[in-house]
T-cell receptor, first 115, second 117 residues
Framework: GNSVTQMEGPVTLSEEAFLTINCTYT??????LFWYVQYPGEGLQLLLK?????DKGSNKGFEATYRKETTSFHLEKGSVQVSDSAVYFC??????????????FGKGTKLSVIP | DAGVIQSPRHEVTEMGQEVTLRCKPI?????LFWYRQTMMRGLELLIY????????DSGMPEDRFSAKMPNASFSTLKIQPSEPRDSAVYFC???????????????FGPGTRLTVL
C-alpha cells in the first residue's frame, strides 16, 4: 500500500534560518504530492502541491520538488519566520478509478521558530 | 465562502455515551472525508463519500463508528458507545475534483476535539 515517511520532530530553528523537512513516499502508479500545514487549533491547509515528476510546488516562500528517482518531496524555505511555527504534513494522492480517491498523510513534523 | 463547518468544536462525554459530530462541506463540493488525529497514530482517514455515497469505510475502526451523509450539505459521524480511546480530534474535509481528481485540494474544517472520560 501507499505510505509517507517524514522526518521526526520537533524541529526548533531561529528566525531567518534555513528549513528542510524531509519526506519520502511509497506508492503504486503516479501519485500527486502535497504539503499541508496545521497552525495551532486549526485544521489543515494546503501549502503547496506537485502533480508529476520534476514539478516544483511553491507558496509563501516554501518550495518542494517532486523527485521520482528518489521518491522524495522535501520541503524547504530559505528564511523562516516566527509565524511559520506549525505542524507540517507531507501527503500523497492516489486515485484508483471508479470514484476511489484519498490522501495518505505522513505523521507530521512540528516546527517551532524562535525570535 | 464560509469554508468547511464542524460542530461542536469541543465535546466532553463519559464512556458509554453516544457522540454525534457534524460537518457541513463547502457548497458544490462532491467529496467529503472524515479523519481522526491522535498523537500516537497521526492523521487517519476514517471514511469518505462521493455524491453522498460512502466510497471507502475501511478506516472506520469498529462497528461503534458510523457515518452518514443524508444530503450534499450535511454529514454526521456517530460513536455509540464511546470509549476513552476514542479521544482525538476529528476533522471533516471536502473537495471538488472535477476532471483532475488527483490534483485537487481537500479543504479541512477546524476539527472537533473529543474527550471521552
Amino acid at each position: 500500500g501507499n505510505s509517507v515517511t517524514q522526518m521526526e520532530g520537533p524541529v526548533t530553528l531561529s528566525e531567518e534560518a534555513f528549513l528542510t523537512i524531509n519526506c519520502t513516499y511509497t506508492a503504486t502508479g503516479y501519485p500527486s504530492l502535497f504539503w499541508y500545514v496545521q497552525y495551532p487549533g486549526e485544521g489543515l491547509q494546503l501549502l503547496l502541491k506537485a502533480t508529476k515528476a520534476d514539478d516544483k510546488g511553491s507558496n509563501k516562500g516554501f518550495e518542494a520538488t517532486y523527485r521520482k528517482e528518489t521518491t522524495s518531496f522535501h520541503l524547504e524555505k530559505g528564511s523562516v519566520q516566527v509565524s511559520d511555527s506549525a505542524v507540517y504534513f507531507c501527503a500523497l494522492s492516489d486515485y484508483s478509478g471508479a470514484g476511489s480517491y484519498q490522501l495518505t498523510f505522513g505523521k507530521g513534523t512540528k516546527l517551532s521558530v524562535i525570535p | 465562502d464560509a469554508g468547511v463547518i464542524q460542530s461542536p468544536r469541543h465535546e466532553v462525554t463519559e464512556m458509554g455515551q453516544e457522540v454525534t459530530l457534524r460537518c457541513k462541506p463547502i457548497s458544490g463540493h462532491d467529496y467529503l472525508f472524515w479523519y481522526r488525529q491522535t498523537m500516537m497514530r497521526g492523521l487517519e482517514l476514517l471514511i469518505y463519500f462521493n455524491n453522498n455515497v460512502p466510497i471507502d469505510d475501511s478506516g472506520m475502526p469498529e462497528d461503534r463508528f458510523s457515518a452518514k451523509m443524508p444530503n450534499a450539505s450535511f454529514s454526521t459521524l456517530k460513536i455509540q458507545p464511546s470509549e476513552p480511546r476514542d479521544s482525538a480530534v476529528y476533522f471533516c474535509a471536502s473537495s471538488a475534483p472535477g476532471l483532475a481528481v488527483t490534483t485537487d485540494t481537500q479543504y479541512f474544517g477546524p476539527g472537533t476535539r473529543l474527550t471521552v472520560l
